[in-house]
């Protein structure tokens, strides 16, 4: 019977590159805002304000992201970390929209989800009608707090907070760095991520994501919650203040780093620095751990099917 | 003399794979617990409340267990994750009553052993009668806290709270996911578990594992401190939501991710992408790797015997 | 002229182990524990009170300790657990009179330059003669706070405690636990101080470290600031509960764990499990690790000589 | 026309390694000073104070940084890790003026950024004119909080803060320390620097990098918001508590390690302990590790230009 029913879900296989990566920045950045906005409203309704509890909650959720996706999106489980990227080529234009809707998508679900996690809540301490934008509304949306912000202030903040995360994240990603271990950068974004939050939360209330912003707003409109555009943060802080950040931070990378190591690189391939055939190695080293990496999978799959 | 003792000492010894399962999820389960109920007295009684303090403890005993049972019985120190990894065939079926049992009375144990540790200050602040199910319970069972909550609720919350971390777990013991430090997965946990503690603190107060609960309502109704049962938070949040979290968290890892990898295994054992003997080189791998383990473990077994 | 110093400092040199392992297990229980008193001291006087920023910092100081000993003595910068590991044959009892000299010693010393640090804020807030074992004793002594113990709850909370951080310490240092990246052990070390001193905080102050302890109070005698020694904690907690726990946490690993495994090995000794020539191919891999980390401390040497 | 824009851009390379340094090390401390300016200015204004989440965003900065600089400049972003270095010849003499250069410019410029992002608050709650030196200035300069110190305390306290955070930074970049992989030390410089902030926060208000204390003075002076020197802070415990921190610091770790290393180095050179032709094996390994970055390097940027 086991076998029957493996049979029926391996009709669910696909090999289309484009819909995994779907699937996956779907599921990443679900798993992510579902985490920052339960943190959110558990330090806002259930616990002490804990701004420190929040930033490594969210920290976590992108660390799973990005070893979820490792593979086959990156899970980059954030619209302006895609953008920076595709204007860099390190991601296919093609792609761009793809990983939008499952970024999108998936932060509308995260956001209706943890809603009704935390609707008895929300109705015992601030009621429903009409307070949804102001109070409520915290809880899934990115905005300033009561401190005094103008818009070209949450725009800059925006630009210095995704910026150095952006640029950190090219920093990582880099396999020259001397950052040896797969296993690093994701500890290493989990670290930045929690950094960047505490650093930027008072301003634009480390915005960061559009694709947790956008959606609340979208679903505390569609409730009938209020005025949800009006403060035009989510245009000036979400949306210009990122996307600008994203990709200042990567092009200060490339142009601060990258850009000087390419002839380097050039030397070293017409084997002026280095005597060995190392083509060849180079090839057996590549199929070693392609090899190393399906056996990995062949054995958990095969005790699946035992 | 001291051989005399070693020689003594060697009558312990088993090569039974079960009973020593039994034993590592017992201790295992035992210290997670015991840190736990520790951290949660020490931040009601003892310091101000400081919930990322006990988040934190419970995913250093968490990492503890896990590197502590890695070889043997790879450290679930928690029915659910037994559970879901039987479900997906990564842990056999026959197993898991012994890991249930070594889990249930781990947290029995460690239940009895913090009461007896914190028992002056249950006394001097709360005393005895009476009042465990309500201030006194809180410290070693998982409970809802004042906020409004339903046991719908709790169900949706402990879902969410353990089918993520279910989820994470699935992607990071997963070798194929380029996180590729065996030491790496163990540190990963202790963060996700920090993670979800912290964004699932209020609803349900985190209830995650049933042999912290359970064992300790059973210990409060042996003892006499009233009614444990009634609130049928012990069915709901503790045993319902975090047994379907846990197979949901896992199942979605195993339809979004490791289903679509089956056939490019396939491919690889085909030798269709790869020319060179993998099969010779992949078994000389597992040699050597097995050669340094057992010369390590010899290496500190022989230091004890000189 | 550099030469001329370089040739001077040369005379410093030592090749006698033992004296290598006084000066290493000094000065890193000097910078655990002038870390953990500034640190005390810091959230007693300077910032609001902060357990968990005291519980990190202890942490990292262990951290650092244990790297920087790692070659010569293994950083044990605590005496209880140099002793549970000279019991377990795994550090030579002729070192233990060496290793104890060290640690009280850095402990001393760490004893007056913290008092001399904080030696103004002492006095301003709660001025010296007859406070220091009240409130100013607390800034570097282990001691209970206002809840109510008795000298039984501490010496079991000790025995919990440092019998947890004991036993992790096995699990970490043992190579067959699949934790395989040297480096890994002493971040896990970092993070399980901090859990057991978060967990352990209320009851006996976390002693944990009698090279903290006792110099302390020796200090607080010498220099006139009354009674140090008749509360008996000194001996409960910090001597009867640490030595106790410690060795009690590692025998328990030992007869989980390790004790299992000596058959397994001689197995693997005798071929029956590899066809490789095991000795021959070991024998490489350690010249290789060995020229490589020669290598490395030569080139650093040479730089140095430039 | 993206191949035209690329090889316009290409015109900015050099190959000119201390023009490369000093742009590092410039960027390196702008986003370590940028994060630590707006983390104090959130935890002043926008949230309640969390001295831990401070220490933390200053931790994850260096870390950043030295991923960032790994390969060129070894990212010191602070002028008196360049100096220590540089008396133990880990740091040529004549790039000491250009990483300091970088470290001020950079300073600088975070001031002034930070500056601008947080105006509005800083003016709402406590206006300009007169007050910059008193509570605005503490949100970018090192300086001491209202607890009575003097002048000889802030220096013993930033001796023993950078001389702990110094010795770590030689503890951890020593590659004989078993501390083996790469992506380890920046990991464990992100704790130690979380640990010397956490525990030396009172007295001299963690100085340590005095390329945050004195353009930020420099600023204040500039924009004519007061006396920002005659406090002397800026000379005792940022300038010469700082440098002679580092300097004994690197020395204690050089006199108490490195140097009782020399012989046994010089032994393995001469191939007493070593049968295996050494010399070539390691040539080799260093070949293909040249390789393998070279290929990674190359990879990415092929990408790019696709």
Known sequence: ???????????????????????????????????ID???ATY??????????????????????VVFGATVSAGHVNPVVTFALATLRKCPWKSVPVYFAGQFIGGFAATVVSFANQRLAIVARSGLNGT???????????NPGIRPVDHETVILDQ??????????????IDGSNNHNSKSATPFGLLFVLIAVILAF??????????????PARLFGFMIGLGDMWSDMFWLTASTIGTFLGA???????YLTVEIHRINDNADLRNGSANDLNLTELRTTLDKLEALVDAEKGLKSHTKLLD
């Open 1 to 35: 019977m086991a076998q029957i029913a493996y049979q029926f879900l391996s009709k669910f296989k696909t090999k289309n590159l484009l819909y995994q990566q779907f699937i996956i920045e779907l599921v990443g950045t679900f798993i992510l805002i579902v985490l």
């Open 38 to 40: 339960n943190a959110v």
């Open 44 to 65: 806002t309704f259930g616990h002490p304000s804990d701004h420190f509890a929040i930033a490594t909650t969210a920290g976590v959720g992108l660390y799973i992201a």
């Open 132 to 142: 949804f934008p102001s109070k409520t509304a915290s809880l899934f949306m990115s």
């Open 159 to 172: 630009v210095l907070c995704v910026g150095i995360l952006m640029f950190a994240i090219m920093v990582l």
């Open 201 to 214: 939360g008072s301003n634009a209330g480390a915005a960061i994501n559009p694709a947790r912003d956008l």
């Open 247 to 253: 990709v200042v931070g990567a092009w200060t990378y």
